[in-house]
C-alpha cells in the first residue's frame, strides 16, 4: 500500500526557514507525480508545489515561487519542500501527496494518496 509521512513542520518567526520531509512506502517514488499541497481550516486547499522527477515540473503557485522549493530523493524515497521567506500567510497544514505522473501539476483534486500532514505556523 502506498503510504506517506510528512515531518518537520513547527512554529518559526515571519522571515524564517522550514523544511518539510515526506518519507514514502510501497511505491517508487520517481514514479507518481510528487506534490505538496496545503490547507488552511475554512479555505480550499492549495497546491504549492509539484514534480514528477522522469519528466514533468517543478511547478510551483505563484504564492512560493521563489521561497519554496521541492525535491526528492530517489534512493532514498523522500520527499522535501524547503521553504525560506516563511510569512503568516504561509501558515497552513500541509499535506505530501502523490498522483498519476501525466500530467503532473498544481490541480490537487488528481491527488490520490495523501499523508497525514504537518502543521507550519509563521508568526508576524
Known amino acids: 500500500a502506498v503510504q506517506l509521512m510528512e515531518s518537520g513542520g513547527g512554529s518559526v518567526p515571519a522571515g524564517g526557514s522550514l523544511r518539510l520531509s515526506c518519507a514514502t512506502s510501497?511505491?517508487?517514488?520517481?514514479?507518481?507525480?510528487m506534490g505538496w499541497v496545503r490547507q488552511v481550516p475554512g479555505k480550499e486547499r492549495e497546491a504549492v508545489a509539484s514534480?514528477?522527477?522522469?519528466?514533468?515540473?517543478?511547478y510551483y503557485a505563484d504564492s512560493v515561487k521563489g521561497r519554496f522549493t521541492i525535491s526528492q530523493d530517489n534512493v532514498k524515497n523522500m520527499l522535501y519542500l524547503d521553504m525560506n521567506s516563511l510569512n503568516p500567510e504561509d501558515t497552513a497544514m500541509y499535506y505530501c501527496?502523490?498522483?498519476?505522473?501525466?500530467?503532473?501539476?498544481?490541480?490537487?483534486?488528481?491527488?490520490?494518496?495523501w499523508g497525514q500532514g504537518t502543521q507550519v505556523t509563521v508568526s508576524p
Open positions: 510501497g511505491y517508487a517514488v520517481n514514479s507518481y507525480c
Open positions: 501527496a502523490a498522483g498519476p505522473s501525466i500530467p503532473c501539476g498544481l490541480s490537487w483534486r488528481r491527488f490520490g494518496y
Open positions: 514534480i514528477f522527477s522522469m519528466g514533468a515540473g517543478p
